[in-house]
């Protein structure tokens, strides 16, 4: 068995404590350090998980110092994330990190070219593209069942009561939740988007300081239309979190409802001459998968720093 990656974590918080369990059971990881700017957070967390008081640090330098890490998981706020990707991987650490990559573009380009001058990884989990459901339906949609795919349409409705730094965050559904459902639409077209409109606003009824409502058109590549509407403060009649979704293709259509639903039809035939033409229901096949969302990555990103592949 190969020798497990020494882990220095920076943040603690809630989202944290799935980074910091899964690595206790996976063979390819070590915990070697806590960090957090509450010290209590990472003494908590390194309690909560049975790790050794020793693990805990003051700060990342000195983690990176005194643990010498192979690899920092980035589980702090987004406006955080370029404080501890960029001296990790100076450092010499290879970095996996939770989205969105940055809360500002140019930040974001400061940690890739980072990443690019000390040869070391820097990917972000975008957990929602890996997961079972969706994986099923992009797969049926490419399968030509409903012809060539046209338009595809996600509706997003929660309220969402986090409290915490999401509360201040501006564009807080844009940043913080829709950029799964957009990467997950690229998963589910296999196409990149070449142009996008988009319009944000925080509704009166809306407990976050920033705009909790969005809706966006993409064109994507192959012509493809995709269409965004969504909400985190919509109180009543839930979507899942993956969505709702609709993908129109050139002979059906296919539906999931971001949960355990999933239907589609297809006109029988093309060439009727009828007002509304006969159709008939499609299975979508459910199939069962290896590891998904956060353990899926972890995994994936072991595998690549020994094998040399990218994420």
Known sequence: MSTPFRVVQAGCGNMAQRWVNLACKLDDYQIVGLVDLRREAAEATAQRHGLDG???????????????PDVVF???????????????????CHVLG????SDTL????????AA?????????????????????????CHSG?????????????IGAHFGGFRDQMADVLLKDMAIHHFDAARRVTRADPARVSCTSWNPPRSWYQGHASAMAIFEMERDIIYTY???????????GWGCHWRVIGSEGTAEWNGGDMMA???????????FIRDLEDLPIPRHEHGPGAHEGYMLDFARCIREGQTP
């Not at 020793?54 to 643990?67: D, I, M, P, Q, S």
């Open 98 to 101: 939770e989205k969105p990559m």
């Open 54 to 68: 020793g693990v805990v640090f003051n700060t990342l330098a000195e983690a990176l110092r005194k643990a010498k």
């Open 106 to 113: 140019a930040q974001a380009r400061r940690m890739v070219a």
């Open 145 to 157: 069942a409903i012809g060539r795919i046209d338009e595809v349409h996600c509706d997003f409705f």
């Open 74 to 92: 980035d589980v702090t706020v987004p406006e955080a994330h370029h404080k501890v990707v960029i001296p990790a991987l100076k450092a010499g």
């Open 229 to 239: 509407r969504g909400s985190w403060c919509a109180e009543g009649i839930n979507t």
């Open 116 to 140: 690019q001058k000390a040869g070391r990884y820097y990917a972000i989990t975008q957990t929602q593209r890996n997961v079972g459901p969706i994986r099923d339906f992009a797969a049926f």
């Open 264 to 274: 589609a039809q297809r006109v029988r035939d093309v060439n009727q001459d009828k």
